[in-house]
């Protein structure tokens, strides 16, 4: 990934980050995962989550 496509993920991840939209970051680093290992292991979408706040 390079250019204007990179520039909008970062984009999309500082946005995420300052309005603290754990489900977008979550959901960007899973991507990311994907297209740099090829594959995610089932626990580790779950993991994230577990370690992220909870806005409940």
């Known amino acids: 990934m390079c250019g204007p496509q ?16 754990f489900d977008t970051l979550l ?9 740099t290992h090829g594959h995610v292991s089932t626990e580790t979408p779950r993991n994230n989550r577990l370690g992220a706040p909870s806005h409940e």
């Open 27 to 35: 959901g960007l680093m899973e991507a990311h995962h994907v297209r």
């Open 6 to 21: 990179l520039e909008e993920h970062q984009r999309r991840a500082m946005a995420a980050v300052v309005a603290q939209d």
